[in-house]
């Protein structure tokens, strides 16, 4: 296989399981990074490549990375949970990452993204229910300030172990701020009323309502013991949906203005209209828009000069041309 799609970790060739990396391999999921195969010869794991480089490149503008739109970091929440939770319903056995964060999430060139380093996931086939505590004598694996503290103090890995770095991995997308103290900044501002103020001040169009609500479910995630962390399929994916959703409308509505032709927008509104109407100054506006200026005013919005009369005609021309533009729109953006 072409070096250029290919993209090779080398691992500590005596701890390595190659028999659970085989398993491994196995794993196809759209938002999984497909491990292609492993070199014992030199303690290496190979896996595709994905052109744009990891997550955390993105929230930290590393490497001339742009800062994502806020839609598209919704998204990826919910693409990496679609991941965990194939993961975790693995059968014969569940696998639990226990090395998730922004550095092993990799970006294809859609910006799709998917989880990686799977080679260091464990396959979990005694798991311990959440309600009980064990210890176990195990060699801790992953990266110290997402790692789950349960797992960090006991030894045993569950499931839910994943959904701690998860929950900080969302908080650093909405702030752009590195691990450490994040659970405690984050749940202060939303107590004290001021977490915009800490969401990441390169986007200035956040939704705060669906923000914030993303924001508590990750810190739901982050809860110290593990059974008081939400079940990831039952309490976390449906909400995530939902946010999902209003992320996909709000990238629909911004990607076809970005295309509009000008005389599309309301001079009033500065939206796309949907019912057009001519004003006595020669300008076409938004009907409602127009209505609710001349209630107070006798001057054109656009040039301040006296208008002649009050009477608005609808444009139908143009409102056809919108309605046809409207259509391919639909058509073209998923």
Excluded at 286 to 300: D, F, M
């Amino acid at each position: 296989m072409s070096p250029k799609y290919v993209a090779a970790l080398t691992v500590n060739s005596k701890s390595a399981n190659y028999l659970q990396v085989e398993v491994l391999s196995q794993l196809h999921h759209p938002h999984l990074l497909l491990l292609l195969g492993a070199c014992p010869e030199i303690g290496c794991l190979i896996y595709e490549y994905l052109e744009n480089g990891s997550l955390e490149e993105f929230i930290f503008q590393r490497n001339g990375k742009p800062p994502l739109p806020w839609f598209d970091r919704f998204r990826i929440v919910f693409e990496v949970a679609c991941g965990l939770a194939f993961l975790h319903n693995s059968k014969p056995e569940p696998v639990v990452h226990r090395d998730l964060k922004p550095g092993n999430i990799l970006l294809d060139r859609n910006y799709v993204s998917k989880i990686g380093d799977v080679g260091l996931a464990k396959l979990v086939s005694d798991i311990v229910p959440d309600n009980i505590t064990e210890y176990r004598d195990s060699m801790l694996a992953g990266t110290i300030h997402y790692m789950d503290p349960e797992y960090q103090r006991t030894g045993t890995v569950r499931p839910k172990s994943d959904l701690y770095a998860f929950g900080i991995i969302i908080l650093q997308l909405l702030t752009a701020r590195g691990p450490n103290g994040l659970t405690f900044m984050a749940e202060n501002a939303i107590t004290n009323g001021s977490f915009a103020g800490v969401l990441d001040a390169s986007i200035t169009d956040w939704p705060l309502a669906e923000t914030e609500e993303l924001a508590q479910i990750a810190l739901k995630c982050t809860r110290l013991r593990c059974r008081d962390r939400p079940d990831l399929d039952t309490e976390v994916l449906p909400v995530l949906l939902k946010l999902v959703d209003v992320a996909a409308a709000s990238m629909k509505v911004e990607r076809s203005n970005a295309y509009a032709p000008n005389h599309y927008f309301c001079p009033i509104l500065q939206e796309i209209m949907d019912n057009p109407y001519i004003a006595a100054d020669g300008f076409t506006y938004e009907h409602r828009a127009i209505k609710a200026w001349l209630v107070k005013h006798n001057v054109s919005p656009v040039t301040n000069l006296r208008l002649q009369h009050s009477i608005v005609i609808p444009n139908h021309t143009l409102r056809s041309a919108i309605q046809e533009w409207r259509s391919r729109i639909d058509f073209q953006v998923p």
